[in-house]
């Protein structure tokens, strides 16, 4: 990343730190979000513990992972992408906006499962970019957020990796992203054992379709992981899988 960006950054980060203007309110003086929006827009949702796509209160599991259950064992997402959100996520991944890694990490947290899925996590895991994509930005925003979790050792940044650069995912169906994400995932071949038996907890800020997780999560499972879930900051509304 440029010196300036980097600059831009690190002035942001700071701010954010200190009462200013809510950046979806705008109201005086709060932090980077106010209570009143974290209450408007970040409100608990009945979720499916497979896949975080909106279900009925009281249902446990949508009828597609019934179906045909994933990798994952359990995922939960705090918010729908959506608005605000989408917003807020393109200024931390695409605007060189890290500041917001600790008020969306606070959101993931407070998520209803969050708490179980991080005390019972064995090791973090955050989904790792493609080498060019990680060169362009400067920065992994799951690694961010797995950080401003707080779950101390138990976070091994290096241990998943992205061999290749896959082409862009935006516009792709679920069939077709898996296809581009074949063979993308793979355990650092020195540390592979550290899975073994093990569970883990993925990290990431958006998904989608579920075709990135469960690639990852595949992945784990070919190591010798015994149970994988994964922790994302926004879920895509259901009608794009």
């Given at each position: 990343m440029p010196f300036a960006p980097v600059l831009?950054?690190?002035?942001?980060?700071?701010?954010?730190?200190?009462?200013?203007?809510?950046?979806?309110?705008?109201?005086w003086?709060?932090?980077?979000?106010?209570?009143?929006?974290?209450?408007q827009f970040a409100a608990p949702a009945a979720r499916c513990?497979?896949?975080?796509?909106?279900?009925?209160?009281?249902?446990?599991r949508c009828g597609a992972c019934l179906r045909e259950p994933p990798p994952l064992q359990g995922c939960v997402a705090a918010v729908e992408y959506g608005y605000p959100w989408a917003g807020v996520i393109g200024q931390f991944k695409f605007q060189a906006d890290p500041g917001w890694s600790a008020t969306l990490a606070t959101l993931m947290r407070a998520a209803p499962g969050a708490s179980d899925l991080l005390q019972q996590?064995?090791?973090?895991?955050?989904?790792?970019?493609?080498?060019?994509?990680?060169?362009e930005r400067g920065y992994n925003q799951a690694l961010l957020l797995a950080r401003a979790l707080?779950?101390?050792?138990?976070?091994?940044?290096?241990?998943?990796?992205?061999?290749?650069?896959?082409?862009?995912?935006?516009?792709?169906?679920r069939a077709a992203r898996l296809r581009n994400l074949r063979g993308a995932f793979a355990l650092q071949p020195l540390a592979?054992?550290?899975?073994?038996?093990?569970?883990?907890?993925?990290?990431?800020d958006v998904m989608?379709?579920?075709?990135?997780?469960?690639?990852?999560?595949?992945?784990?499972?070919?190591?010798?992981?015994?149970?994988?879930?994964?922790?994302v900051m926004a879920r895509t509304p259901s009608r794009y899988d």
């Open positions: 831009s950054a690190l002035a942001r980060h700071a701010a954010a730190l200190v009462p200013s203007q809510c950046a979806l309110c705008h109201a003086p709060a932090q980077r979000l106010c209570a009143a929006c974290r209450l513990g497979s896949c975080a796509s909106p279900v009925a209160p009281g249902v446990d996590a064995e090791l973090v895991l955050p989904v790792p970019l493609a080498p060019r994509r990680l060169r707080q779950v101390g050792s138990r976070l091994r940044s290096g241990l998943l990796l992205r061999l290749h650069d896959t082409d862009a995912q935006s516009g792709l169906g592979a054992g550290a899975v073994q038996g093990r569970r883990v907890l993925l990290v990431d989608t379709t579920g075709a990135t997780l469960h690639a990852a999560a595949l992945a784990l499972h070919a190591a010798g992981a015994a149970h994988v879930d994964a922790l």
